[in-house]
Nanobody, 125 residues
Framework: VEVSESGGGEVQSGGSLRLSCKTS????????MGWFRQVPGWAPEAIAA???????RFAASVKGRFTISEDPGANTLHLEMNNLKSEDTSMYYC????????????????????RGKGTQVTVSS
C-alpha cells in the first residue's frame, strides 16, 4: 500500500499549514490512518488518527490546534495545522494499516505498517 505525504514547508509561529496524505482507494476507505512526527534523534510522536468510519482522535499536544479533513474523491487525508508553534517543527509522516479489531487512536499510529517518506514542517519564531 502506497502512502505519500505532501504540503510541508516553513511557516511563522502562529501560522497554519495543511499536510496531505494520499493512498489507494481501498486503504483510504477501510484502513486506520494517522500522522506521527519525528525530530532526528528523538522518539516519534503520534499525533492524530482517523478511523475508517471517519472518527478522529488527537494527541494532547495538538488537540484544539490540529484537525483532520478528508477528500474521498482523491483518496486523500489532510492534516490541518493551526496556531503552529516552534515545537511543532518536525518531519511529519502519514501511516495506514488495516486494523479492524484495534481502536484507531494516536497510540496505535506508530504500529501502522504502511508509511510515507515524510514531509518537513518548520515553524520559525
Amino acid at each position: 500500500v502506497e502512502v505519500s505525504e505532501s504540503g510541508g514547508g516553513e511557516v511563522q509561529s502562529g501560522g497554519s499549514l495543511r499536510l496531505s496524505c494520499k493512498t489507494s482507494s481501498y486503504a483510504f476507505h477501510n484502513y486506520c490512518m494517522g500522522w506521527f512526527r519525528q525530530v532526528p534523534g528523538w522518539a516519534p510522536e503520534a499525533i492524530a488518527a482517523r478511523a475508517s468510519d471517519g472518527s478522529t482522535r488527537f494527541a494532547a499536544s495538538v488537540k484544539g490546534r490540529f484537525t483532520i479533513s478528508e477528500d474521498p474523491g482523491a483518496n486523500t487525508l489532510h492534516l490541518e495545522m493551526n496556531n503552529l508553534k516552534s515545537e511543532d517543527t518536525s518531519m511529519y509522516y502519514c501511516a495506514a494499516d488495516y486494523r479492524p479489531t484495534v481502536p484507531c487512536v494516536p497510540e496505535a499510529v506508530l504500529s501502522l505498517a504502511y508509511r510515507g517518506k515524510g514531509t518537513q514542517v518548520t515553524v520559525s519564531s
